[in-house]
C-alpha cells in the first residue's frame, strides 16, 4: 500500500506478524523539508496497531539534518510505547552521516529486513 506521509514524501507499506515495514521515499536528492514525518509515520504504526517498524531508506539519497531530527524523534516516540524502530537500506554515505554524527547508537541499522527483525526477536526475553 502507498501513502503520503508528508508533501512530497510517499511510503510503501508491509504488514507482517508483529511488524510494520515501512519504506521512505524522498522527493527528490536535495529535500531538505521534513515537515513531521516522525509523527506522520507514528500515526501509521499506531494505526496498525503495532509498535515495531523497520523502516526502509534506501531511497532516501541524502540525510540531511531535518530528516535525521525526525528520525531520531520518531525513535524517541517509538521507544516511548515500548517500540522498536530499526533502519535498514541506507546507503555508505548515509552510514558515514550517522556514525559522524555519533547517531549510530541510537538508531539502529541493520543490513536487511530480516537482519533487524532477528536482532529484535533475540533481544526479546521468553
Same mark, same amino acid.
Given at each position: $500500500? /502507498?501513502?503520503?506521509?508528508? !508533501?512530497?514524501?510517499?511510503?510503501?507499506? +508491509?504488514?507482517? *506478524?508483529?511488524?510494520?515495514?515501512?519504506? %521512505?521515499?524522498?522527493?527528490?536528492?536535495?529535500?531538505?523539508?521534513?515537515?513531521?514525518?516522525?509523527?506522520?509515520?507514528?500515526?501509521? $504504526? /499506531?494505526?496498525?496497531?503495532? !509498535?515495531?517498524?523497520?523502516?526502509?531508506? +534506501?531511497?532516501? *539519497?541524502?540525510?540531511?539534518?531535518?530528516? %535525521?531530527?525526525?528520525?531520531?524523534?520518531?525513535?524517541?516516540?517509538?521507544?516511548?510505547?515500548?517500540?522498536?524502530?530499526?533502519?535498514?537500506?541506507?546507503?555508505?554515505?548515509? !552510514?558515514?552521516?550517522?556514525?559522524?554524527?555519533?547517531?549510530?547508537?541510537?538508531?539502529?541499522?541493520?543490513?536487511?529486513?530480516?537482519?533487524?527483525?532477528?536482532?529484535?526477536?533475540?533481544?526479546?526475553?521468553?
Amino acid at each position: $500500500m /502507498q501513502t503520503d506521509v508528508e !508533501r512530497e514524501w510517499r511510503t510503501e507499506i +508491509e504488514r507482517g *506478524p508483529g511488524w510494520l515495514f515501512v519504506k %521512505l521515499r524522498s522527493p527528490a536528492a536535495d529535500v531538505a523539508h521534513c515537515g513531521q514525518i516522525a509523527d506522520n509515520l507514528f500515526q501509521m $504504526m /499506531q494505526s496498525h496497531l503495532t !509498535r515495531r517498524m523497520v523502516l526502509d531508506l +534506501e531511497d532516501v *539519497p541524502v540525510f540531511k539534518s531535518e530528516l %535525521l531530527s525526525q528520525m531520531l524523534r520518531l525513535n524517541n516516540l517509538v521507544q516511548s510505547q515500548g517500540g522498536i524502530l530499526r533502519l535498514t537500506g541506507l546507503s555508505e554515505n548515509n !552510514r558515514e552521516v550517522l556514525r559522524r554524527s555519533r547517531l549510530g547508537e541510537r538508531l539502529a541499522e541493520y543490513e536487511s529486513r530480516e537482519a533487524a527483525v532477528l536482532s529484535a526477536h533475540r533481544q526479546l526475553p521468553r
